[in-house]
């Protein structure tokens, strides 16, 4: 069955500093996957998708994330984070069904000055 | 452009009454998808509907839990007899129907059982 972890439930990174989010998953074929952002009290808002061709695929508010067939990983980057940047992130898979995305538990991360 | 809308964004009810959680896809879009938020857990899928039909509901519990989504109208998340278990955030998303893989989601809906 398709699943997806997050190793790190909880990141602090420093303002300008950057910023790697791990991203495993379990899946039977090539997957579709996809990076969302979570907001305190707020829905999810897609930061980028991968589905196929180039593995580095560039997303919205300058996260990138660059898929790795041969470690089954799909990390999330930026460069230099902003304290905007706070919130949780979930990395996706789609079931294969078409039908459905599973969910990793997410990841904290949090933004010092 | 609209995005996926949810109503009522917070609901409380007490243990026994009845839960309706609505959702109105963006425009255009023709595939409902409802996902349940427990506290610390990430989103697991419940539901995926088209106009008048359920898709896959195999993240449906089997009791109290139903969903439609009418020709016209919201798409109805609905729960029965609701118990303290069932307090968490309901997501509904949407996808248009040349794009299923992508989909985009609603503010959710808060839902407090007491």
């Known amino acids: 069955a398709q699943s997806v972890t997050q190793p790190d439930i909880h990141i602090t990174v420093s303002e300008g500093a950057s910023l790697e989010l791990r991203c495993n998953y379990s899946y039977g074929a090539t997957p579709y996957l996809f990076w969302y952002v979570q907001s305190p009290g707020q829905g999810l808002q897609l930061l980028l998708k991968y589905f196929s061709g180039d593995t580095l695929v560039q997303g919205i508010k300058g996260f990138e994330a660059e898929f790795k067939r041969s470690q089954s990983s799909f990390n999330l980057r930026k460069p230099s984070v902003h304290w905007s940047d706070a919130a949780e992130y979930f990395c996706a898979v789609d079931n294969q069904a078409g039908t459905a995305l599973i969910f990793g538990k997410g990841t904290t991360l949090s933004v010092s000055s | 452009n609209a995005g996926v809308m949810q109503n009522p964004r917070h609901l409380v009810r007490r243990r026994g009454q009845e839960a309706r959680l609505r959702c109105s896809p963006m425009?255009?879009?023709?595939?409902v998808y409802w996902y349940r938020q427990l506290p610390e857990e990430g989103l697991k899928f419940m539901v995926y509907?088209?106009?008048?039909?359920?898709?896959?509901e195999s993240g449906m519990p089997k009791e109290r839990f139903s969903a439609e989504f009418p020709k016209e109208g919201p798409s109805i998340l609905r729960i029965q007899q609701v118990v303290r278990g069932d307090s968490a955030a309901y997501f509904c998303?949407?996808?248009?129907?040349?794009?299923?893989?992508?989909?985009?989601f609603g503010p959710g809906t808060r839902l407090l059982v007491l």
């Open positions: 425009k255009g879009h023709s595939h």
């Open positions: 998303a949407s996808s248009p129907q040349d794009r299923q893989e992508t989909q985009y």
């Open positions: 509907l088209q106009k008048e039909n359920i898709i896959d």
